[in-house]
């Protein structure tokens, strides 16, 4: 299983990395895509919209299945990704690359908050049936 | 190939052509098309072929096992069909007064009274066209229920995540947020979840039982009062009554509102997108509410209620009371059951269930829910297989085909991983569960022999695997000539 130790996790399986810049970048887990499969649509926030922490805020769907995206922090979308909106394999091609949004946090401290690698690796394991 | 393309310009076959009485040549210039519309021109030999090779290519019901959970794929007798359309149901205008129209009324006001019998309901109406449409017109109720005592501030609808998953849709069409609630270990709403989620912003709670787990909420009298407590309605979601017909009544386990699917439980046509019937039934203080038309007994003579019988009903939902053809076919079957062989579709569906179950756990496969009963349905979860051989429960699906069943539901509910959802209905035979164990025990040997083959199924459908992404990425929907 790929879980990069230098990001932060939600247990919704979002990965979350903190950029030089004071935002975060937004994906969806290599472990979230493997189960969803092949991705087929993606609908990223729209710029400017204010996010509370846990909140829907993206779409991603698969043959397989719809299921919604939620903001692992509070804050407000600063990009969003088109490429994956154009091309959602991506995701399924490399699910840290193909990142689908950035947030400028309400408050930088609650990336510090989110699951480690470690711990993201021990929930997806509680998960499993 | 579609029929356009068997088109050749100026074949016709005219033998059939209904004689032209009557002239038409009064219809305002205005309303003239410039040309004649581009039908497809064929002869009559051409359009009998075409049309039985496409019903040739069809998996049925009529034609092979469909146990398609969470669908009720069960057998439609023949006579409900034969009987709905006797002449004087078919040749019956809407609009005739209601007096030349008894007999049809008398049949509708009699379907709403079963189903208010059978579901423990105070009313239902008929008017709902789908089972979409009565989950809609359900979630309304509650709104108005809710709007006409001045308690305006309850925005939320909570759903269970192994609900039917139109649910939480629903919710939203009709301007509710919705809070999601988690299933346990066992498959049951988790009690503790649902205690914190509880409050002055229910609106309601839509619940799905059995769940799309095929298990029963073993806690529902827990569930209604937490809710009910809490000053929020419940809503049954009766995509599963088929397990629990005719002995538990929703009415009797608290719920407020309910649709039915008579496309699944009162065996109507089903599939290909309708026609369906999703009537609803109501709990005495949403009466007021119901939908409308709906059929009342004026003194031994029928008329179809409106809006000025009901002055607050949430609506009008369908022109002339629903699905008339439809409605007709869930009654006839109701009548010819009885409340005996209500027991029975249940006691079948459940049994037939069971059976499966345990023979296909006996030969290795594994159940989602290994401790519960199944209700009219189980789950199977292929993990173990996929990890081992890489053949996934899509691949078992499309294997499943070559041995001339259809598919069970795959990769719903989502909770489950790799898992397939199967109903056999009441209907089917032994031998049939038999001879459908039989091609699964031999599909898991061929993964473990031969995943190669299980992947490249299936081998004798007119078609071979779809590719299913392509078609999702790029939308070809209308026929461009």
Avoid at chain 2, 144 to 171: K, S
Avoid at chain 2, 202 to 214: D, F, H, K, W
Avoid at chain 2, 312 to 322: D, L, V
Wanted: glycine fraction near 8%.
């Amino acid at each position: 299983m790929s879980i990069p130790a230098d990001l932060k996790y939600t247990k919704s399986h979002e990965w979350v990395k903190a950029e030089a810049d004071g935002t975060v970048t937004v994906g969806i887990t290599h472990h979230a895509q493997d189960l969803l499969g092949d991705m087929v649509f993606v609908e990223n926030p729209a710029v400017g919209r204010k996010l509370a922490k846990g909140e829907e805020c993206a779409v991603v769907e698969s043959v397989k299945a719809a299921s919604d995206v939620y903001a692992p922090i509070a804050g407000e979308v600063v990009a969003a990704n088109d490429e994956v909106e154009s091309s959602p394999e991506k995701i399924n091609q490399d699910a840290y690359d193909a990142w689908m949004f950035r947030i400028s946090p309400a408050n930088p401290a609650d990336v510090d908050a989110l699951l480690d690698a470690a711990a993201y690796e021990a929930h997806v394991a509680s998960e499993a049936h | 190939m579609l029929i356009f393309e068997h088109s050749h310009p100026g074949r016709a076959a005219n033998a059939q052509l209904p004689p032209q009485d009557g002239a038409l040549d009064d219809l305002p210039a205005e309303l003239l098309r410039d040309a004649p519309p581009a039908l497809p021109e064929c002869s009559e030999l051409d359009v009998v072929r075409h049309y039985t090779r496409l019903s040739q290519k069809n998996f049925s019901i009529d034609t092979q096992f469909y146990p398609l959970g969470s669908c009720t794929m069960k057998y439609n007798p023949r006579a409900c069909n034969s009987l709905a359309m006797l002449p004087q149901f078919l040749a019956r205008h809407p609009h005739a007064p209601a007096e030349t129209g008894q007999g049809f009324l008398q049949s509708m006001y009699e379907l709403q009274e079963i189903l208010k019998d059978v579901t423990g309901m105070a009313g239902v109406s008929l008017a709902p066209m789908a089972g979409a449409q009565g989950e809609f017109a359900g979630i309304a109720m509650i709104r108005a229920y809710h709007d006409a005592r001045g308690d305006t501030a309850r925005n939320e609808i909570l759903v269970p995540n192994a609900a039917h998953g139109t649910n939480p849709a629903t919710a939203v069409m009709c301007g509710y947020t919705v809070r999601e609630i988690p299933t346990d270990r066992e498959g049951n709403v988790d009690l503790e979840a649902l205690k914190a989620a509880v409050g002055p912003q229910t609106a309601g709670l839509m619940l799905t039982n059995p769940s799309t787990l095929g298990v029963f909420e073993k806690t529902i009298q827990t569930i209604q009062k937490l809710v009910h407590d809490a000053g929020g309605l419940l809503y049954y979601d009766g995509a599963n009554l088929n397990a629990i017909l005719g002995y538990v009544r929703p009415g009797d386990m608290g719920f407020d509102v309910i649709h039915m699917n008579l496309h699944k439980t009162f065996s109507t046509p089903h599939g290909g997108g309708g026609p369906g019937a999703g009537p609803v039934g109501v709990a005495e203080r949403l009466l007021p509410f119901l939908p409308v038309p709906v059929v009342i007994n004026d003194n031994g003579v029928y008329r179809n209620a409106a809006e000025a019988d009901l002055p607050q009903s949430i609506g009008r939902m369908s022109a002339n009371g629903g699905n008339a053809g439809v409605l007709l076919r869930a009654y006839i079957y109701a009548r010819m059951l009885g409340a005996e062989g209500m027991h029975r579709v249940a006691e079948f569906a459940t049994l037939n269930a069971n059976y499966l179950m345990a023979r296909l756990r006996d030969a290795g496969f594994e159940l989602a829910y290994p401790t519960r009963r199944a209700s009219h349905e189980f789950i199977v979860t292929l993990k173990k297989v996929k990890d081992e051989t890489g053949v996934s429960a899509m691949d078992f699906a499309k294997r499943l085909l070559d041995y001339g069943f259809h598919a069970p539901t795959t990769y719903f509910p989502l909770l489950v991983p790799e898992c397939l959802l199967i109903e056999p209905s009441e209907t089917e035979s032994k031998e049939t569960l038999d001879a459908f164990i039989e091609a699964c025990i031999r599909i898991k040997e061929e993964a473990y022999a031969d995943a190669d083959l299980v992947k490249g199924a299936p081998y004798t459908q007119p078609v071979r695997r779809l590719d299913d992404v392509k078609a999702a990425r790029e939308l070809d929907l209308a026929y461009r000539g």
